[in-house]
């Protein structure tokens, strides 16, 4: 650390030239490199921070959906239908599928592959299992860089999937553009426990297994819970969706086509009265980008579809990609997707940010003497937390200090 | 620049090629090897040799173990390292073949580029540690 000339940040990491190589195999079109990059994402290789920045500016050209759900809901068949579904329009797919690891061992059986049995030999669903190697919130970091990796790589739809089980995971599928949670029929305490964290980042619901038994149960107790978080925003809300339907007519199955469906009365005539300025309002709403909470923005103005699938026979599957697309214009013509990715932006460099920040800590917590002899030495009342603190960061901040003082000199 | 941490695990992809429908020895290795601390992909039953080759590419695996116990290893595994080499992933694959195979075939296969083969009986511990031992250095 000491001594490193602090970069501005127009810098990027520099490649190394086997790096650099690797890169530009990937391009164009490598699966041998795209496999070796998504690699060295996971490992944290050294150098795998230059890959990712020189990556960046080729991304942006896929539509990544996230998919989540209980375990044994049927993610992964389904995924593997989706993909075969795309495919069979023309569209390159990766998929990148996440289960967890043994907390004891860091040991994992990736099982996601076994149910890839549509797509088996096509080497355009580039398919990617990963473990949840007990990265301390790295995970979504780690799952966002590849997949950059697969969109730089040129894939029209990359598929996020991940068990919907805690906080980790829920991170992990909010770095996609669209989030599918899929609920299986049955599990009305399933979807009691949605209701906390989950249900929030549903941009569409799907009740897989739908020839089971209780499947339109779970169906209406999704659509009711959809529209409860729909009434909570009262006229504000509806006013959006009037907006958002006006802005995406003509758009074949567009999503405020579908919205509207499931609005009963009261609320629409809310919207429709308040189109003009709502409509406006949405223009300039800039203001959303700020705030964290994507429920407030996404509830405001689009109504998530609820939709079953039996992914074991396909059926279902083409309406569900119709309702995905149907979010991607709605993003798009909205304008909601700068919004987003914003956030997402957002959220990168902070986590980023804050996990350097760390790791410069934490080095000089090590060279204080280990952080036991440090709580040792506040529990005999040698020194105390907050002394501790101030005596690892001060240095640190003092250094920031001097840069900067240099900078504006250098600057002058 | 950055002090962080590097995560490396080993990967194996655990596969069954042909035929052959017995999978309780591939389940009892991928456990083996999840409690090893390996990360396991399982290739399901019944694969081609090219679904084996696209699994192995792109899970970018360390290790290859192909278990076979319908006696087409000759034809079966050749075409799996052909497919590899046209990947460019062979030299950095450790491929290991577990099944019931002739003494004969196994001089072959080991000639072909499987680097050991395991027969019936062999203590997980074996073949925990020669992964261990010769899992391939990578940059």
């Known amino acids: 650390m000491a001594g490193s000339d602090a970069p501005a940040f127009a810098d990027a990491p520099t490649l190394s030239d086997d790096d650099a190589a690797l890169v530009e195999d990937l391009l164009s079109g490598s699966h041998r490199a795209l496999a070796r990059v998504i690699t060295k994402i996971e490992n944290r290789t050294p150098g795998y921070r230059a890959i990712v920045s020189a990556l960046h500016e080729h991304t942006g050209g896929a539509d990544v959906i996230g998919i989540t759900g209980s375990p044994g809901a049927g993610k992964s068949t389904l995924v593997d239908k989706l993909a075969a579904a795309y495919r069979d329009r023309g569209d390159t797919v990766g998929v990148i599928a996440v289960d967890p690891?043994?907390?004891?061992?860091?040991?994992?059986?990736?099982?996601?592959?076994?149910?890839?049995?549509?797509?088996?030999?096509?080497?355009?669903?580039?398919?990617?299992?990963?473990?949840?190697?007990?990265?301390?919130?790295?995970?979504?970091?780690?799952?966002?860089?590849?997949?950059?990796?697969?969109?730089?790589?040129?894939?029209?739809?990359?598929?996020?999937?991940?068990?919907?089980?805690?906080?980790?995971?829920?991170?992990?599928?909010?770095?996609?553009d669209t989030v599918a949670v899929l609920v299986q029929p049955g599990s009305g305490d399933d979807v009691q426990t949605l209701k906390a964290g989950i249900l929030e980042i549903g941009d569409v619901f799907v009740v897989n297994k739908a020839d089971m038994d209780g499947a339109q149960r779970t169906v209406a107790e999704l659509e009711e819970m959809v529209h409860r978080r729909e009434?909570?925003?009262?006229?504000?809300?509806?006013?959006?969706?009037?907006?958002?339907?006006?802005?995406?007519?003509?758009?074949?199955?567009?999503?405020?086509?579908?919205?509207?469906g499931h609005h009963d009365g009261g609320h629409h005539d809310g919207g429709n009265h308040g189109d003009g300025h709502h409509a406006s309002d949405h223009a300039g709403g800039s203001g959303h980008g700020e705030s964290?909470?994507?429920?407030?923005?996404?509830?405001?103005?689009?109504?998530?579809?609820?939709?079953?699938?039996?992914?074991?026979?396909?059926?279902?599957?083409?309406?569900?990609?119709?309702?995905?697309?149907?979010?991607?214009?709605?993003?798009?013509?909205?304008?909601?997707?700068?919004?987003?990715?914003?956030?997402?932006?957002?959220?990168?460099?902070r986590t980023l940010v804050r996990a350097d920040v760390g790791a410069l800590a934490t080095a000089e917590i090590e060279r204080h003497g280990g952080i036991d002899r440090l709580a040792e030495r506040v529990r005999d009342r040698e020194t105390d937390p907050y002394a501790v603190a101030e005596a690892i960061v001060g240095p640190i901040a003092d250094c920031v200090d001097e840069e900067r003082a240099d900078d504006d000199e250098r600057d002058d | 620049m950055s002090a962080e941490q590097q995560e490396r695990a080993v990967r194996?992809?655990?596969?069954?090629?042909?035929?052959?429908?017995?999978?309780?020895?591939?389940?009892?290795?991928?456990?083996?090897?999840?409690?090893?601390?390996?990360?396991?992909?399982?290739?399901?039953?019944?694969?081609?040799?090219?679904?084996?080759?696209?699994?192995?590419?792109?899970?970018?695996?360390?290790?290859?173990?192909?278990?076979?116990?319908?006696?087409?290893?000759?034809?079966?595994?050749?075409?799996?390292?052909?497919?590899?080499?046209?990947?460019?992933?062979?030299?950095?694959?450790?491929?290991?073949?577990?099944?019931?195979?002739?003494?004969?075939?196994?001089?072959?296969?080991?000639?072909?580029?499987v680097a050991e083969v395991f027969g019936p009986g062999t203590p997980m511990e074996e073949t925990i540690e020669f992964i261990r031992n010769n899992v391939p250095e990578r940059a």
């Not at chain 1, 009262?234 to 907006?243: I, K, V």
């Open chain 1, 292 to 349: 964290d909470a994507r429920a407030g923005d996404s509830h405001d103005s689009w109504t998530p579809d609820v939709l079953e699938t039996v992914a074991n026979s396909g059926e279902g599957v083409e309406a569900l990609i119709e309702a995905f697309d149907a979010h991607a214009a709605y993003l798009r013509e909205s304008g909601e997707i700068e919004v987003t990715e914003r956030r997402r932006y957002a959220a990168e460099i």
């Open chain 2, 12 to 113: 194996c992809l655990v596969a069954k090629v042909g035929l052959d429908g017995h999978d309780r020895g591939a389940h009892v290795i991928a456990r083996a090897f999840r409690d090893a601390g390996f990360e396991v992909v399982y290739s399901g039953l019944h694969r081609a040799p090219e679904d084996i080759v696209q699994a192995a590419v792109q899970e970018d695996v360390d290790v290859l173990g192909i278990s076979i116990l319908s006696g087409a290893h000759n034809t079966l595994v050749p075409k799996v390292i052909e497919g590899l080499k046209e990947y460019d992933a062979f030299d950095d694959t450790l491929v290991l073949v577990g099944g019931i195979i002739p003494d004969e075939d196994e001089d072959e296969l080991k000639e072909l580029g």
């Open chain 1, 231 to 260: 009434g909570g925003t009262t006229g504000r809300g509806a006013g959006h969706h009037g907006a958002a339907s006006m802005a995406s007519t003509g758009a074949g199955g567009s999503p405020a086509g579908h919205g509207d």
């Open chain 1, 101 to 176: 690891s043994s907390p004891y061992t860091g040991g994992a059986v990736l099982g996601d592959r076994i149910r890839m049995g549509s797509n088996v030999g096509d080497m355009d669903v580039f398919f990617r299992s990963m473990s949840a190697r007990g990265q301390l919130g790295g995970l979504s970091t780690a799952t966002a860089d590849a997949v950059k990796a697969l969109d730089a790589f040129g894939k029209d739809v990359v598929v996020l999937e991940t068990v919907g089980a805690g906080q980790n995971e829920v991170d992990v599928v909010r770095t996609a």
